[in-house]
């Protein structure tokens, strides 16, 4: 469906029901699939054909969402995962191996960072994190021999960095690596890497995408352009034969356009399982059928929001790519010139006690963990998920004790900022 907009793919792409079948993309509630012989499974099992055997490997429920999401990102190839999550895990780990190595943008989402300096490097793989404003010299200096891929977020959560794509995609190319990019914040509707030079784009599915807090997912889309042959000392999983599938060489057989994905699925997805369940995909496939619809309003209140705040006494700084004044703003409006999400990072004046009565005033905005919801949350991380700091480690980490993130829902902008207001004043 390349020749159409977004819009309608947002709407349409993935599942197109033929003649008598169901209009809506149907729920294949089944953990197995019956064939009529040994040898009709046998070719499943061998990938020589294409087909289901059981779930936790593929579903076509699962497939016709994958493909929808394939499409807005301009891929080839995608699969869901359980979690945003496991899409960064097992994208990372389907290249990567013991004595390995990773370079990644430092202005990550924490449990990202923590995944692949702490739990990759529990499995032998090591990693160099770059500042996002690093030269490219010194982008350059982070790759070593043994360097897999390098990684960033297109809009950091919750720094709200931008990452310059074609900076990041020029390295990883000239070393002969794929350049990997977490889209959750922007969605496909309002930034696609790809088109910059990203070779794989991963989501949590959990955010945006689904948009209404219902159910967690993860998706990992393949832009099907990195050749995989032309580096494949580097990469000897997808490029030498595997054995667990009777010497099937990945790359050779499926070519740049499905290797990744499939590799992906028969290994990864065989061996550890995190899938998506055909309900979450379901529920995930409402989302993304208004996500080009929810994004410009998600902008808009976002907008709006930074605005005010830039302007409140109470208020030391703010961080959101549409204001001028904000250090990303030429990178966002380059990579994202309709907007970027509606995340808005601020600090208050007086710290934590100043966020913590702030945050206990607010009337309409949620107290959260969540972002990206049809509904406004707020989160102070100084009091909740990194309470176990004092104010000094917090300065360390980069968090000011009276940091606050606000996710703007899809209410009036209007009540938005008059609950702010009112938190604000009884400061």
Not at 261 to 279: A, H, V, Y
């Amino acid at each position: 469906m390349s020749e159409f907009g977004i819009g309608t793919k947002a709407v349409q792409s993935g599942y197109r029901p033929g003649n008598g079948e169901p209009r809506q993309v149907p729920i294949i509630q089944s953990t197995t699939f019956k064939y009529d012989t040994s040898e009709d499974m046998g070719k499943l099992f061998d990938l020589e054909a294409s087909g289901y055997f059981y779930t936790r490997l593929q579903n076509p429920t699962n497939d016709y969402v994958a493909a929808k999401i394939a499409d807005l990102e301009g891929g080839t190839a995608a699969m869901l995962t359980s979690s945003g999550q496991a899409a960064n895990f097992m994208a990372m780990f389907n290249i990567c191996e013991c004595g390995d190595h990773i370079v990644a943008s430092s202005s990550i989402y924490g449990g990202t960072f923590n995944l692949i300096a702490v739990t990759l490097k529990k499995m032998g793989i090591e990693s160099t994190f770059v500042s996002p404003d690093c030269t490219e010299e010194e982008l350059n200096a982070a790759f070593k021999d043994n360097t897999k891929l390098l990684f960033g977020e297109s809009i950091a959560n919750p720094a709200l960095t931008v990452l310059d794509i074609e900076k990041f995609a020029k390295a990883a190319h000239a070393h002969g690596v794929p350049l990997i990019v977490d889209n959750t914040f922007p969605t496909p509707i309002n930034c696609q890497p790809i088109k910059w030079g990203a070779d794989i784009v991963t989501h949590s599915t959990t955010k945006y995408m689904d948009g209404h807090g219902a159910c967690v997912g993860g998706a990992i889309v393949d832009a099907g352009r990195f050749d995989w042959m032309a580096h494949a000392d580097k990469f000897p999983g997808l490029c030498t034969p595997d054995e667990s599938y009777h010497g099937i060489t990945y790359a050779e057989k499926f070519g740049k356009e499905g290797a990744f994905i499939t590799k992906c699925t028969s290994q990864l997805m065989r061996d550890f399982g995190c899938i998506q369940s055909p309900q979450h995909a379901f529920i995930l496939n409402l989302g993304l059928e208004s996500l080009h619809v929810r994004m410009p309003r998600h902008v808009e209140n976002g907008q709006a929001v930074a605005e005010f705040l830039e302007k409140c006494p109470q208020v030391v700084s703010v961080s959101y790519p549409g204001l001028p004044s904000y250090k990303y703003h030429e990178l966002a409006k380059k990579y994202m010139p309709n907007g970027g999400c509606g995340v808005v990072s601020f600090e208050l004046k007086g710290g934590r006690a100043a966020a913590e009565k702030f945050m206990k005033n607010l009337k309409l905005a949620a107290i959260e963990t969540h972002v990206a919801d049809a509904r406004t949350c707020c989160l102070n991380p100084a009091t909740s998920t990194h309470r176990q700091m004092s104010d000094e480690q917090l300065a360390e980490a980069g968090i000011p004790a009276g940091l606050i993130r606000i996710s703007c829902g899809l209410e009036d902008k209007e009540d938005i900022i008059a609950d702010l207001k009112q938190a604000l004043e009884k400061l």
